[in-house]
C-alpha cells in the first residue's frame, strides 16, 4: 500500500495550510472518538512518481495552552504509529519554541525518519537566516518553506519521497 506522511507541529504554524497546499482537492475527513483531539484527515497525494497518504493529524487542537503540548503528543504518538515519514512542522515568526523540542525529541527517539520544515518563509531574502536557529533541535537541516505562498513545496517533496 502506498507510503503515510504525517504532519506534526504546534497549533498555528500552518499544517492545515501546508496539507491543503499539497491535497487540493483530495480531501476526506476520518473521525475517531467524538471530542478526542484524535480525528484525522486525509488526502492522496503525487509528487513525481510517487503517490502517497498526506496526514493532518492537528484536526482539533486545544485552545488552552495546558493542553497544547498533550494534544502534541497525541499527534505525534500517531505519527510515529502510522506514517512511514514524518513532517515535522515549525514556524520561523513563532521562532524555535519549548514545545516543539519537547515534541522534537519524541519524534527523534521513534527513529521514523523525520523532515524538519520550517514554514511562513515567505521571504527568503528576509526570514531565511532565522531559520538557522531550527539546526539546535539536532535533527539536521531545516526546509524552509511558505506553504500560503506555495514556496519551498518542491524541494520539501523532494526531501520526503527519498524515504519512500
Ligand atoms: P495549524 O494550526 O498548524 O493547522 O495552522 P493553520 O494552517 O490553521 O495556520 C495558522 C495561521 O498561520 C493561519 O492564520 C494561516 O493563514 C497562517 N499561515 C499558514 N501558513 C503560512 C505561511 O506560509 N505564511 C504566513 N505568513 N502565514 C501562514
Ligand atoms: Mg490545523
Known amino acids: ?29 476520518v473521525k475517531d472518538t467524538p471530542g478526542v483531539t484524535r480525528d484525522r484527515i486525509y488526502a492522496d497525494v503525487s509528487w513525481l512518481d510517487y503517490n502517497f497518504t498526506l496526514i493532518d493529524t492537528g484536526g482539533i487542537e486545544p485552545d488552552s495552552s495546558d493542553m497544547i503540548l498533550k ?36 519524534l527523534r527517539r521513534s527513529g521514523k525518519p523525520v523532515l524538519l520544515v520550517v514554514n511562513k518563509v515567505d521571504n527568503f531574502d528576509k526570514f531565511l537566516m532565522d531559520t538557522y536557529e531550527f539546526y ?14 506555495k514556496l519551498g513545496l518542491g524541494d520539501m517533496l523532494d526531501e520526503v519521497v527519498k524515504h519512500f
Not at 539546535?136 to 505562498?149: M, Q, R
Open 1 to 29: 500500500s502506498k507510503p503515510i506522511v504525517a504532519i506534526v507541529g504546534r497549533p498555528n504554524v500552518g499544517k492545515s495550510t501546508l496539507f491543503n497546499a499539497l491535497a487540493g482537492e483530495k480531501i476526506s475527513i
Open 71 to 106: 494534544s502534541m503528543r497525541e499527534q505525534a504518538q500517531i505519527a510515529i504509529d502510522t506514517a512511514d515519514v514524518i513532517i515535522f512542522l515549525t514556524d520561523v515568526r513563532q521562532g524555535l519554541l519549548d514545545a516543539d523540542a519537547k515534541v522534537c525529541d519524541m
Open 136 to 149: 539546535n533541535l539536532g535533527i539536521g537541516d531545516p526546509i524552509p518553506v511558505s506553504a500560503a505562498s
